[in-house]
């Protein structure tokens, strides 16, 4: 005898829910009870939007044990991923759910905050001093403020400017390593991740040069690198020297 799971949407309706929509939900159900083989779509029902799943009878007692894990905060990364996928899909809905067994809405399994789960706070943005590293791929500008971009394996840094002196000292050292020192403004994202908003140069310094052969592989070796092309190098070198020359 088959067994049936249920994934209430507090949203939508089955006549309302966008079929993209609808997709995602689907996604993220069958990849959180696993077992694909042995789980089916069964119904689309009525009471906000019921996602209905049936699991065939051989596959009940692992979709159960996947079930348990993840009730008790454990489970697969597969599951868990999952997991959270499905409550940040009701979060954007401004929505709640669970899940529930059997055809008893009152026997639910797992509990999906959706929209009252507690949103992480974002901070800054902090100032405070530092430094960055990273081969110097472009000085330029036409005012006061001058940009510098950066590069340091696949990690490009845009936000940075310096006075114009600085930037001419900086242009004799392109596609050589430096380290900047100034002062950075990082804000905390939502997601735990820190961005840096601002770098202020107040000076810097010279790294080991490699020489600009290495320097160049090591650009060209990073992936979706717009150095990959080598019939353009030449006229990018060319460019950005123009640039790194500094205001006149």
């Known amino acids: 005898m088959a067994k049936t799971y249920t994934l209430y949407i507090d949203a939508y309706n089955p006549e309302t829910i966008p079929m993209a929509r609808l997709a995602e939900y689907m996604q993220g159900f069958a990849a959180m009870l696993g077992h694909e083989a042995g789980v089916h779509f069964d119904d689309l029902r009525k009471g906000s939007t019921q996602l209905v799943s049936r699991v065939d009878h051989e596959q009940i007692p692992k979709v159960g044990a996947t079930l348990d894990a993840l009730m008790r905060g454990e489970g697969t990364p597969e599951a868990i991923k999952a997991q959270e996928m499905i409550d940040r899909l009701l979060a954007d809905d401004n929505a709640t759910g669970f899940v529930f067994e059997d055809d008893d809405p009152q026997a639910k399994i797992i509990a999906f905050p959706g ?134």
């Open 115 to 248: 929209v009252t789960r507690p949103r992480p706070l974002q901070y800054g943005p902090i100032k405070q001093e530092g430094t960055l590293d990273g081969i110097l791929v472009s000085v330029g500008g036409a005012d006061k403020t001058i940009h510098i971009r950066l590069q340091h394996g696949d990690m490009k840094y845009s936000n940075i400017d310096t006075d114009r002196d600085t930037a001419r000292r900086l242009g004799k050292h392109l596609f050589e390593p430096i380290r900047v020192f100034g002062t950075a403004s990082w804000l905390r994202e939502e997601d735990g991740r820190w961005t840096l908003k601002r770098f202020r140069v107040e000076s810097f310094e010279a790294l080991k040069t490699d020489g600009l052969r290495d320097v160049l592989n090591e650009l060209r070796g990073i992936e979706g690198s717009e150095w990959s092309d080598q019939d353009g190098v030449q006229v990018k070198l060319r460019t950005l020297r123009d640039e790194g020359s500094g205001p006149h």
